[in-house]
């Protein structure tokens, strides 16, 4: 069964910062792998998708990466801003299946003027 | 104007009261998801419908039902409420014809409080 971690569950940095966001799955098995920022009251929105065959993925100042056999992924993000505050969630799409997403508890960032 | 809407968006009832929640999408995909969300946990499927024909259980569908009306309307009912369905729920789209890149668009939530 596909678990889905994400680390750490909070994170609290100063304005300017760059930063990483962790991600770890148990089954090596995917299809592809997602990034969603939820905020209060708007719902998810999908930031960036990594296909299997893909090592990484970037918009602006977000690069996501990710290692399948080592079952991680990561998402950087670069000079980070207020505007950024917001919670992280991670989702892996297991191959050989329907299109179900296994999503992580998330992180819940802060970023601070 | 939003293209997947949720209904309510904030709602509190008691134990034992049948209540639907409801999702309309306006971006024409086929493929529809009720997802619930608890503090501290990742978002768990409840059900998904990939037509109007084509109706399955995920993972956490005891105590839930749907209803998928149209290709655009799919409704979540609790026939009988109960304290720890109290959750924040949240209705997805996808299109079936995005191969590799299919990714799912989520509404707003409804916050649902059982007394």
């Known amino acids: 069964k596909q678990e889905v971690t994400q680390i750490p569950a909070a994170l609290s940095v100063p304005e300017g910062e760059n930063l990483v966001l962790n991600c770890s799955f148990t089954d090596s098995a995917i299809y592809n792998l997602q990034w969603f920022r939820q905020d209060p009251g708007k719902g998810l929105t999908s930031l960036l998708l990594?296909?299997?065959?893909?090592r990484e993925q970037t918009s602006g100042r977000l690069n996501a990466s990710l290692d399948k056999s080592s079952g991680r992924s990561t998402l950087y993000i670069a000079a980070s801003q207020p505007g950024d505050s917001a919670t992280y969630l991670c989702?892996?799409?297991?191959?050989?299946?329907?299109?179900?997403?296994?999503f992580g508890a998330g992180t819940r960032l802060a970023v601070h003027p | 104007d939003a293209d997947v809407t949720q209904t309510p968006r904030n709602r509190i009832t008691k134990t034992g009261k049948r209540i639907m929640l409801e999702c309309s999408q306006t971006?024409?995909?086929?493929?529809m998801y009720w997802y619930r969300q608890d503090p501290g946990l990742g978002l768990r499927l409840i059900y998904y419908s990939f037509d109007v024909k084509d109706i399955n259980k995920g993972e956490i569908s005891d105590g839930y039902s749907v209803s998928r009306q149209a290709q655009a309307k799919f409704s979540l009912s609790l026939e009988s409420a109960i304290p720890n369905q109290t959750a924040l729920y949240f209705c997805a789209t996808s299109d079936s014809f995005g191969g590799v890149r299919e990714t799912q668009y989520f509404g707003p939530g409804t916050r649902l409080l059982v007394l």
């Open positions: 989702a892996v799409k297991s191959s050989g299946g329907y299109n179900k997403l296994i």
């Open positions: 990594i296909q299997s065959s893909q």
């Open positions: 971006k024409g995909h086929d493929r």
